[in-house]
């Protein structure tokens, strides 16, 4: 047994041009291979109907699992012989944390505003092929640095303990 590796994660635009990649491939350890397999992954998926739910290909000995949303094309590719719905499971993971972390707004524009973010999620979720975390609230908190100092996150917190945290804030700020 061996442990399920992701091969690239890749946010196209809808030209097919790069935004953010992840490569892990030493099959493509050049910029000149990652342009050329990233033109033609674009190249076999753009006709095809992704914009609800994820697609999934085979394609030159590759899995490649993908979803479109407005103009931006998420990928997840691994071993031909990769379990799929672990494929998926990074697909959802990859495009939540990006929604949560730009607040829904998945377009182009906002991606390149936010693109320390977008590639900090790369990071999160994976390193050298393995697969780190595919739960978005955890990715989303650990990019944006929420909870770095045992804060609990906002969205998670009641009236009480929100208002307690912004008074404690505010006096902070008034002592400075």
């Given at each position: ?11 196209l635009?809808a ?69 799929e719905?672990?494929?998926a ?9 990006v929604?949560?972390?730009?607040r ?38 650990r ?13 998670e ?19 400075r």
């Open positions: 047994m061996t442990c399920p590796t992701i091969k690239n994660l890749l946010l635009d030209d097919g041009k790069r935004i953010a990649v992840k490569y892990s491939d030493p099959e493509t350890a050049t910029v000149a291979q990652q342009l050329a397999f990233e033109r033609s992954v674009f190249q076999k998926t753009q006709r095809t109907n992704a914009r609800g739910e994820a697609e999934i290909i085979m394609f030159d000995n590759h899995l490649v699992v993908y979803k479109f949303v407005a103009d931006l094309h998420f990928y997840v590719t691994g071993d031909i012989n990769e379990n719905i672990i494929l499971t990074m697909l959802q993971a990859f495009f939540e944390s929604s949560l972390l730009l829904n707004v998945l377009e182009k524009k906002t991606v390149l505003e936010n693109l320390d973010l977008v590639l900090l999620t790369l990071d999160e979720l994976v390193d050298d092929g393995i697969i780190m975390e595919t739960e978005p609230n955890v990715i989303a908190n990019v944006s640095m929420r909870g770095a100092d045992g804060d609990t996150p906002l969205t917190q009641t009236f009480s303990q929100a208002l307690a945290s912004a008074k404690e804030q505010f006096t902070r700020n008034l002592l």
